[in-house]
């Protein structure tokens, strides 16, 4: 008797889970990340508990940051209402819903086995999904999306799109599609950028046999929700916010450069997840691409052999356009600087997933499920090595910065670091990391900028910490920063919020609050 026929079917759904709650525990003691944590949670000044004004305010006011995602901040609000603005309760959703996403993705793709090989043997419907989800789960490019609490949304969007297409697979009812449409669309509503599984709908029905009007009819709910919320994301972006800078024009971006770009990040997610070293949360390998760079010479070899399997095997020629389709969002046509997050491979390696254990189904080797179960215990010691780069924020500007070249990205690479340190009292730190960069580029403008800004602020910063009897040591400007937001708040009629900010301020600068305790009596935390 094989392995295979010896699998019970509760294992793999019990087991991977499980697998990922405990590879990604370490995660629950992580701290915010130096990479937009800021502008979503800690320093948000629409972030507080859920309640209606804000749940309104998610969904009528775009202007925050560049992409419409209202589910998604009621999430984020969720989470503070017993998280408040300590990572763990973040950090902790997030590990949960990507065990959550693991489930699912094992139930689609044994649902998808059974649908298109209906004779297979029974255990082989069990393990050939559940190696197949195995790999994606625990592969280290996850490392990113888990690690980082800013990822919540994106997990959520896949969460609501596993099981769309779920409901899509199993109902040919119109009730059935309409369920699926509605799925689609809180997906969308979470984040936008799994837009383009839009294109996976049709695609299965395709490979299931499906022609004419009606194929057509199941296919236009899908289309319908990506063009209306493409269409409001478009709007947001095009209009510059407090986060983000105007739409590139075609002279600062070039089309043929944002054709020449979106091929060579299509086929950076083709090669990475098979070697997935030296990860990071930027590179700087896509920044300089040009005709005769060897990522756009690999992107078309790569491309030519993927394209040569597609016309031997359709199957491999579908899971191709799925895959273009789920990328197509995430190659930064509407952006001047993007970087090939490992965020996005969450998407790409999905169809990379269902190839997988079509192919384990298809040939039901002991050989095949030996290499996978391999590639999967390998990536788990990698993710594991991985992880401790989103431990703090030394340890992510540390990878940002080695990732980098001098020069290249210099807000991502310096600025952005240096006024983080600042944030958190390490002025010297930060002016030492500026001047380092001085001293190779000592007329680079954005640095001088930098330092002089630094200087400022600190000067500011100590006279104000001064007239109150305190010392700049005592008082991190992060915590004048959560005391303006805590007023803001306040004005707002939302003493919530201001108490957690407040809060933030006693653990951070206790003498300082009790300053502010003292002279302002209303400002003050609710246990």
């Excluded at 969308?188 to 499906?210: K, N, R």
Aim: some cysteine; charged content about 15%; aromatic content about 12%.
């Amino acid at each position: 008797m094989s392995t295979a026929n010896r699998v019970p079917r509760w294992i793999f759904p019990l087991l991977l889970p499980a697998a990922v709650l405990a590879l990604f525990s370490p995660t629950l003691g992580y701290d915010f990340a130096p990479l937009d944590d800021d502008v979503n949670i800690l320093f948000n000044p629409e972030h507080g508990p859920l309640t209606v004004d804000r749940v309104i305010s998610s969904f009528g006011d775009p202007s925050y940051i560049r992409r419409y995602q209202p589910l998604g901040w009621i999430l984020n609000s969720l989470v503070a209402d017993f998280s408040r603005l300590s990572p763990w309760g973040y950090h902790a959703t997030n590990v949960a819903l990507h065990a959550l996403n693991a489930f699912l993705l094992f139930g689609l793709l044994r649902s998808l086995i059974r649908r298109f090989m209906p004779n297979l043997p029974a255990s082989w419907t069990e393990v050939a999904p559940g190696f197949a989800a195995a790999w994606w789960a625990l592969h280290p490019l996850r490392v990113e999306i888990v690690s980082w609490v800013s990822g919540l949304p994106t997990n959520l969007s896949l969460a609501f799109i596993l099981l769309a297409l779920r409901l899509h697979l199993h109902g040919k009812a119109p009730r059935h599609v309409a369920l699926a449409s509605l799925a689609f669309a809180a997906a969308l509503l979470s984040y936008p950028v799994g837009m383009g599984a839009a294109v996976l709908f049709p695609l299965l029905d395709w490979a299931d046999g499906q022609r004419g009007r009606r194929w057509i009819m199941r296919t236009l709910p899908y289309l319908a929700v990506a063009v209306m919320i493409g269409c409001i994301n478009l709007a947001a972006r095009a209009q510059p916010g407090l986060e983000h800078a105007p739409l590139p024009t075609l002279a600062e971006l070039p089309v043929i450069t944002r054709v020449l770009r979106g091929f060579c990040f299509i086929s950076h997610y083709w090669w990475k997840p098979w070697f997935p070293l030296e990860l990071s949360p930027v590179y700087s390998e896509l920044l300089h691409i040009t005709w005769t760079s060897p990522y756009l010479l690999l992107g078309l070899v790569l491309g030519g052999g993927i394209l040569w399997s597609a016309w031997r095997l359709p199957a491999i020629g579908l899971l191709l356009l799925g895959q273009f389709a789920l990328l197509f969002p995430i190659t930064g046509a509407t952006e001047l600087l993007h970087f090939p997050h490992d965020r996005y491979s969450l998407w790409a390696d999905l169809m990379t997933a269902a190839g997988l254990a079509l192919l384990l189904a298809r040939w039901r080797s002991g050989l095949m499920t030996g290499v996978l179960a391999c590639a999967t215990a390998a990536g788990i010691w990698l993710t594991f090595r991985q992880l401790p780069v989103w431990h703090s924020t030394d340890s992510v500007i540390k990878s940002v910065r080695s990732h980098l070249t001098p020069g290249d990205a210099v807000a991502i690479r310096d600025v952005r670091p240096a006024f983080w340190l600042y944030r958190e009292g390490r002025y010297d730190a930060a002016v030492a990391l500026i001047e380092a960069e001085l001293s190779v580029r000592p007329t680079d403008a954005a640095l001088l900028t930098t330092r002089a800004q630094l200087h400022k602020m600190y000067s500011e910063h100590a006279l104000a910490t001064g007239a109150i009897g305190l010392t700049p040591a005592e008082v991190p400007p992060v915590a004048s920063l959560h005391y303006a937001l805590a007023r803001q708040r306040l004005d707002r009629h939302d003493p919530e919020s201001a108490a957690w900010h407040l809060a933030e301020i006693a653990r951070l600068a206790p003498r300082y609050y009790a300053v502010l305790n003292q002279s302002r009596p209303e400002v003050k935390p609710r246990p």
